[in-house]
């Protein structure tokens, strides 16, 4: 069966970290770059970050850039992303998809998501 699964959300206060794992089952995941996205209650889904395929090059939406980092591990089929100095407005459900490359807007899979509440 072929599908993504995250997991590592929960509940920080403002400050803390968490770190996000996106896990491929099915199918090879370092033949995919993979995008992080984010759906706040209320709000539209937006891009968080997303990891290309052999060169690893990353990409950060600018309300993340300096405290997420993206990063994949094949060997595990999975990829990683570690949230610091995580704010209120960082609370959303976290989604990874995979696709083919990072400026695609087509999405191959999708997981179900997991849930980010910051807070104190």
């Known amino acids: 069966q072929v599908q993504l699964v995250e997991s590592g959300g929960g509940l920080v206060q403002p400050g803390g970290s968490l770190r996000l794992s996106c896990a491929a089952s099915g199918f090879t995941l370092d033949r995919y770059a993979i995008g992080w996205f984010r759906q706040a209650p209320g709000k539209e889904r937006e891009g968080v970050s997303c990891?290309?395929?052999?060169?690893?090059?990353?990409y950060y939406a600018d309300p993340v850039k300096g405290r997420f980092t993206i990063s994949r591990d094949n060997a595990k089929n999975t990829v990683y992303l570690q949230m610091n100095s995580l704010r209120p407005e960082d609370t959303a459900v976290y989604y990874c998809?995979?696709?083919?490359?990072?400026?695609?807007?087509?999405?191959?899979?999708w997981g179900q998501g997991t849930q980010v509440t910051v807070s104190s």
């Open positions: 990891i290309s395929t052999s060169e690893g090059n990353t």
């Open positions: 998809a995979a696709k083919t490359f990072c400026g695609s807007n087509y999405h191959d899979y």
